[in-house]
């Protein structure tokens, strides 16, 4: 079976729905950068080892990415998840991992990538709002797509109702996105992941 590793840095309701979906992959690790991340409790409760590399222990961002990177090649993962980690990684650590590291962004990018999304799909008055599953490029909240989810946003929606309707969609897509990775039904082409029906022994 493969081996996945989550990195959250709060709540970890994306990585708790990864769990709850039992999906045919075993979850190595939990690794936070933030040591008071509700997630960590929600992991050790599935008995899903954790371990915490605070960003604030690092004088740059290329000593915390390599000490991260090293972290998580204990675990020899197939597929590293970013499920509401808020740290950018550099492009070392992104290309280390090139094709096998996806992160599940609250908008339907291109769209309003970074943060605040909720705000901004009001503020444009955009009708449509949703989330996508990418593989992780070295430019922030960019790279080929691999689900997205739409919702309608409502005439009297505040940043809290669409943000709840998102994440409901996020929880729905996101076990979808791996489960195809895990097995071997995406195939990247230039910026866009094919799904292919045949299931890949690699
Ligand atoms: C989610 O909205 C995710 O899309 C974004 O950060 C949020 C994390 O929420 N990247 P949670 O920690 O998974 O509950």
């Given at each position: 079976?493969?081996?996945?590793?989550?990195?959250?840095?709060?709540?970890?309701?994306?990585?708790?729905?990864?769990?709850?979906?039992?999906?045919?992959?075993?979850?190595?690790a939990?690794?936070?950068?933030?040591?008071?991340?509700?997630?960590?409790?929600?992991?050790?409760?599935?008995?899903?080892e954790?371990?915490?590399?605070?960003?604030r222990?690092?004088?740059?961002?290329?000593?915390?990415?390599?000490?991260?990177?090293?972290?998580?090649?204990?675990?020899?993962?197939?597929?590293?998840?970013?499920?509401?980690?808020?740290?950018?990684?550099?492009?070392?650590?992104?290309?280390?991992?090139?094709?096998?590291?996806?992160?599940?962004?609250?908008?339907?990018?291109?769209?309003?990538?970074?943060?605040?999304?909720?705000?901004?799909?009001?503020?444009?008055?955009?009708?449509?709002?949703?989330?996508?599953?990418?593989?992780?490029?070295?430019?922030?909240?960019?790279g080929?797509?691999?689900?997205?989810?739409?919702?309608?946003?409502?005439?009297?929606?505040?940043?809290?109702?669409?943000?709840?309707?998102?994440?409901?969609?996020?929880?729905?897509?996101?076990?979808?996105?791996?489960?195809?990775f895990?097995?071997?039904?995406?195939?990247i082409?230039?910026?866009?992941?094919?799904?292919?029906?045949?299931?890949?022994?690699?």
């Amino acid at each position: 079976m493969k081996s996945i590793v989550i990195l959250i840095s709060g709540r970890g309701s994306n990585m708790q729905a990864l769990i709850e979906a039992a999906l045919p992959v075993r979850i190595a690790a939990v690794i936070s950068n933030n040591p008071d991340a509700a997630g960590l409790e929600i992991a050790k409760k599935h008995n899903i080892e954790t371990c915490v590399v605070d960003h604030r222990q690092y004088s740059d961002r290329a000593e915390f990415d390599l000490l991260l990177a090293d972290k998580i090649d204990l675990y020899r993962p197939s597929l590293i998840v970013l499920a509401g980690f808020m740290r950018v990684l550099g492009g070392d650590f992104v290309n280390k991992y090139k094709d096998k590291l996806i992160n599940i962004h609250p908008s339907l990018l291109p769209a309003f990538p970074g943060l605040g999304t909720h705000k901004k799909a009001l503020k444009e008055g955009v009708k449509i709002h949703g989330c996508t599953v990418h593989f992780v490029t070295s430019e922030v909240d960019h790279g080929p797509i691999i689900i997205q989810a739409t919702v309608p946003v409502l005439p009297d929606d505040t940043n809290e109702t669409l943000a709840a309707r998102v994440l409901l969609q996020e929880h729905r897509i996101f076990p979808e996105a791996v489960h195809l990775f895990v097995e071997g039904r995406l195939e990247i082409s230039g910026s866009s992941v094919k799904v292919c029906n045949e299931i890949s022994e690699n």
